[in-house]
Every structure is written in structure tokens, then in C-alpha cells.
């Protein structure tokens, strides 16, 4: 499928979570089988001409996109979790929310030095999410340079963000507005 169909499958959910936000659900993308099939194409696509080494997603949707990339390309999957997650020694990064903060974590023995780490996910918005999980990878000696997303909303400056940590951001699709 085009990226243009693919664009179509995604469904905008007005007001939600609060009143003059343009919600793009993605569910309705990965309910769409040859839709779904055709992202993970795209994205697996993009992620080899970067050179990939593994692929990192952060918990939840970037499982479902990046584990099905990593899957295509044969490649190791980083798990970028939220605190507590895993069962053993981990490194954390925690970062600024909206209205408060967060904490990602990872197996720092699921990267090894030097190994390039191309980033998937859903959805960038403000990066704020993205740039804990680079700085997390970078801090357990991965070379991240790339971030793969299916969505980007420009308009919230998420692939600037990035851009300042000398990262490429590519995107499937981008949607104007919140």
C-alpha cells in the first residue's frame, strides 16, 4: 500500500483527551491487517538503508512497530521499558512530561558499544519521549543517528528536538496540528 492509503487508515479523534486536540488514533491502522503489513514494509525499508544493527522501541506501541521490524531485518530488538519492568540491573533515564516526569529504562547489556541503534515508534509529538530513550542508548554505548516513526506532528517540534541531538527523523506520514 501507498503511504498515502496507509494515511487514510489512521483515524482522527476530535477533542480527545481534552477539548481542541485532533487525537490521530493509530488503532485503527494496526487493525487493518495489509495496512499494518505495509507500515512495518515501509519502516523496515527506511531502517535497513540506515544501516541498522538493532532496533529500540519504547513501551507500547513502539513493541508493536519496532519488534516487527526488528523481526523483518533479522535484527536484535531493544526494549525500552517503564520503570520496574525488568528483572534485572538496569540504567534509567528519567525526563519532563506535561505535567510531570517519567522514567524509561533499559538492559544495558542489550546494546553493545558502537552498535547502531535506529529508534521506532508510533508517534512523535514534543520528542520528549524520544530523546530520554536516545540519551538512555547512548548512555549504554549505542550510536543512535536515526528515529523511525509512523506519524509525526510537526506542528509540536518533536523531529527539531531530535534534529538538536543530531538525529534523523523520518516519518511515514505527518499530520498538521495537536
Known amino acids: 500500500m501507498e503511504v498515502a492509503q496507509l494515511q487514510s487508515l489512521v483515524r482522527t479523534v476530535p477533542d480527545f483527551p481534552k477539548l481542541g486536540i485532533q487525537f490521530r488514533d493509530i488503532t485503527t491502522l494496526i487493525g487493518h491487517g495489509e495496512g499494518l503489513a505495509s507500515t512495518i514494509d515501509h519502516l523496515a525499508g527506511r531502517a535497513e538503508a540506515m544501516g541498522a544493527k538493532a532496533i529500540a522501541g519504547m513501551e507500547a506501541r513502539g513493541f508493536i512497530f519496532g519488534a516487527a521490524v526488528a523481526v523483518q531485518l533479522k535484527l536484535p530488538f531493544i526494549l525500552i521499558r517503564k520503570p520496574g519492568k525488568l528483572p534485572v540491573e538496569t540504567i534509567g533515564v528519567e525526563y519532563e512530561l506535561e505535567y ?16 547502531k541503534v535506529v529508534i521506532v515508534d508510533d508517534l512523535i509529538a514534543t520528542g520528549g519521549t524520544a530523546e530520554a530513550a536516545i540519551t538512555l542508548l547512548r548512555q549504554a554505548g549505542a550510536k543512535v543517528d536515526n528515529a523511525l516513526f509512523v506519524i509525526d506532528l510537526p506542528d509540536l517540534g518533536g523531529a527539531a528536538r531530535l534534529s538538536r541531538l543530531n538525529v534523523a527523523v523520518t516519518a511515514l506520514m505527518d499530520f498538521e496540528g495537536d
Open 100 to 115: 510531570g516526569t517519567d522514567r524509561l529504562e533499559i538492559d544495558p547489556l542489550s546494546v553493545n558499544e558502537g552498535q
